[in-house]
């Protein structure tokens, strides 16, 4: 049974910082692209930050760069989010996502996510 499960979340002041944790399980988490998505109320799903399957390659969305870091641990089937300087508009749902493409279809799992609220 595959399952992500996100941790960490919070309500944090701006400025401040938060580590979001995903925990995965059910498949063979080293093969898999990571994702941190976003959904801020009343908007759709935004992407943030994605890391590759070795760790040697991560790419941000413009909204977060210099501010997040994704890092994963293989060994032990994590996937992290540090946050930092955190801001109002960072208030949202976050999601981990774990996708493959496997020849003509690509294996696509979700977390049920976690709340951030960065508010005074």
């Known amino acids: 049974q595959v399952q992500l499960v996100e941790s960490g979340g919070g309500l944090v002041q701006p400025g401040g910082s938060l580590r979001l944790s995903c925990a995965a399980s059910g498949f063979t988490f080293r093969r898999y692209w990571l994702y941190w998505v976003r959904q801020a109320p009343g908007k759709g799903l935004e992407w943030v930050a994605v890391?590759?399957?070795?760790?040697?390659?991560?790419y941000y969305a413009d909204s977060v760069k210099g501010r997040f870091t994704i890092s994963r641990d293989n060994a032990n089937n994590k996937l992290y989010l540090q946050m930092n300087s955190l801001k109002s508009e960072d208030t949202a749902v976050y999601y981990c996502n774990a996708r493959r493409p496997y020849f003509n279809t690509v294996f696509d799992y979700w977390g049920q996510g976690t709340q951030v609220t960065v508010s005074s």
């Open positions: 890391i590759n399957t070795g760790s040697s390659g991560t």
